[in-house]
């Protein structure tokens, strides 16, 4: 504590004790089957094995939270913040996220409220530089308040949210993610054609948000 005291006197920027808080909220709306949910939760525990996101998020003593949503008045925080120190903390995270079992079966889309759970966890944060919203989704929202609609408050909170959308049910999903959900400087959107692409797309989405925001970020300050 008295060196990171010391650290503030010394440089005109603040030191943060994390470099990232990161929400992987997770669609389990009534459009994702049993299949598909497991393809989701065994893809994101597959790309934690990725030795550069291991070592990405345990230099950056990155804290990690897990959301489930579908319908209006239905998000789960399934996992609270867990702070990656050690691998021994990314094991127990992949092994956890891997066991989690399904919150909801049957309702609808409410990628708005998703946003809004997962936006009200980073007050239990404040230490940590960076804000991440890691939303999935194979659907428009059809339910609860519009996602661009919450754009006002996550800016004023510094959130940056990303997206990985899975095509398939509607035309040109990208695109509504593009437009309507997305929010924040270098945010991006991810692609999967189909739940098969969704394991090798995750990956490649937390790569990206790991190494690549991480250092536009580190720059900007």
């Excluded at 094995?49 to 489930?68: F, H, K, N, P, Y």
């Excluded at 800016?155 to 049910?169: F, H, S, T």
């Amino acid at each position: 504590m008295i060196f990171r005291l010391a650290l503030g006197v010394l440089f005109p920027f603040q030191v943060w004790a994390c470099d990232l808080a990161l929400v992987l909220a997770v669609d389990v709306s009534g459009s994702v089957d049993q299949q598909e949910y497991r393809i989701q939760m065994d893809g994101l525990a597959e790309a934690l094995t990725d030795g550069v996101i291991a070592e990405a998020l345990v230099g950056s003593r990155a804290q990690v939270a897990l959301v489930q949503w579908t319908g209006s008045g239905r998000q789960e925080v399934t996992l609270t913040w867990r702070e990656m120190t050690s691998f021994r903390d990314i094991e127990t995270l992949r092994r956890d996220i891997s066991a989690a079992p399904r919150a909801w079966r049957h309702f609808s889309t409410a990628i708005g409220e998703a946003l809004m759970t997962s936006a009200a966890l980073f007050q239990d944060v404040p230490q940590c530089a960076r804000r991440i919203i890691d939303v999935s989704g194979d659907g428009v929202s059809n339910e609860g308040v519009r996602p661009n609609h919450t754009h006002a408050v996550l800016q004023k909170e510094k959130v940056i949210v990303n997206a990985l959308v899975i095509e398939g049910a509607d035309a040109d999903l990208t695109g509504y993610f593009y437009e309507n959900v997305i929010l924040g400087e270098g945010a991006f959107v991810t692609t999967a054609n189909g739940y098969r692409q969704y394991p090798d797309k995750i990956r490649q989405k937390l790569l990206r948000e790991l190494i690549f925001q991480s250092a536009d970020s580190t720059q900007a300050r």
